[in-house]
């Protein structure tokens, strides 16, 4: 007997990283950012404004690896706060992250393979 599966292999993957994500979220990101991404106060941006995500979608590597400073606006507002950098999580795991926030929280953007965080990290500053 064979099984096939209606879903493509992206969709298996997205799947599997946004999993992964969760777990990392939780244990680096929802201190600050909430347990729904709601934010907190005026120290840490929501990560429910799906418009703010997809246009900083390939600096969201940037900031996990390398932390962040200086005033960022989210929604109309404006935080200046830093974020911490997490220089220890690979590039899978970034894009495992990147694909739970832009998928949870209102959000659905989609895949987001740790290729692209490869090249995006190397545009850093």
């Not at 879903?7 to 929802?30: A, F, H, I, P, T």
């Amino acid at each position: 007997m064979m099984f096939f599966s209606c879903q493509s292999q992206e969709e298996r993957d997205m799947m599997n990283y946004r999993s992964n994500g969760q777990s990392l979220y939780v244990s680096k990101c929802q201190n600050c950012h909430g347990a729904n991404g709601e934010g907190l106060g005026q120290l840490a941006p929501p990560l429910t404004d799906t418009t703010s995500l997809r246009l900083r979608k390939q600096l969201l590597s940037c900031f996990i690896k390398n932390g962040l400073e200086g005033e960022i606006t989210v929604n109309g507002k404006t935080y200046n706060e830093k974020m911490p950098a997490f220089p220890e999580l690979t590039d899978m795991e970034i894009a495992q992250l990147i694909v739970y926030v832009t998928n949870t929280f209102g959000n659905k953007q989609g895949h987001y393979p740790y290729p692209q965080v490869t090249r995006d990290l190397e545009s850093c500053r």
